[in-house]
């Protein structure tokens, strides 16, 4: 089955001189087309670290980094910006601008892809908002939602382009339990739906049981990247 991530002996360093610090070793790691892989460790093993490159993000330094057959390490800023232009990203913090409507928050998503014609735009925001159960918050402003719903627009704006690969970080870390569990059913769901590969760092155990496979991070190496979930 086609590689959609492949990453081979990936080094990566922080600072300069006498502060160059090496946070990633020797990372070897291949995922496949509509695969859910979680990346979880103790905090300071790397993790977002590695979310960053694959999302081209950060600039790998040494080794081999492919997403979509696209060499990301020894990329120059251009191939970069195409590169993230490709990926969904959910964060933590749901990152919405304030400013905007839930609807022009998911719009903005795809603006980014000047291919697609306006009204075109409009319609599948509204559908994939209605279809993380927003439809009746479309003109609500960020601090109008819940926790829970802001993350769920983050979902929407995040894969309202069709991503093939979708990166994210802690996307159910300020969210309670039950909260939790809906965003990432939801991700699995849409991700199914649209066959993208999902690629996720969470410290949250209780939604392990989404993903395919689970990849653990220790002082920046990979520690185990063949778990069955459970
Ligand atoms: N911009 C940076 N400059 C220098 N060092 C950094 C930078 N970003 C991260 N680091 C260091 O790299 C290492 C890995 O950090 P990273 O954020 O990738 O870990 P993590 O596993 O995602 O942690 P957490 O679970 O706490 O978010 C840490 O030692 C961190 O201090």
């Known amino acids: 089955m086609l590689k959609v991530i492949s990453i081979w002996n990936l080094d990566h360093y922080f600072g300069d001189g006498s502060l160059r610090k090496q946070v990633l070793f020797n990372i070897n790691l291949e995922i496949r ?51 993230r232009r490709r990926n969904g990203y959910i964060f933590q913090g749901h990152n919405l601008h304030g400013s905007l409507t839930a609807l ?43 926790g829970g719903q802001k993350q769920r627009v983050a979902i929407a704006r995040a894969l309202v382009s069709y991503p093939q690969v979708v990166l994210a970080d802690e996307p159910t870390a300020a969210l309670d339990s039950q909260s939790g569990r809906d965003v990432v059913n939801l991700m699995q769901k849409l991700a199914n739906e649209q066959d993208c590969t999902i690629l996720m760092v969470t410290h949250d155990y209780r939604i392990l049981d989404i993903a395919d496979r689970i990849v653990q991070m220790e002082d920046g190496k990979l520690v185990n990247s063949n778990l069955a979930a459970v």
Do not use: F
């Open 33 to 83: 087309a509509g695969e859910i892989v979680i990346l979880t460790g103790p905090s300071g093993s790397g993790k977002t670290t590695l979310l960053n490159l694959v999302g081209g993000l950060r600039s790998p330094q040494s080794g081999s980094l492919r997403v979509l057959g696209q060499e990301l390490c020894g990329a120059g800023a251009e191939r970069l910006v195409q590169a």
């Open 104 to 146: 022009q928050n998911v719009k903005m998503g795809i603006e980014l892809h000047q291919y697609i014609e306006l009204e075109e735009i409009q319609t599948r925001a509204v559908q994939i908002l209605e279809q993380v159960g927003l439809g009746n918050r479309l003109h609500y402003y960020p601090d109008q939602l819940s």
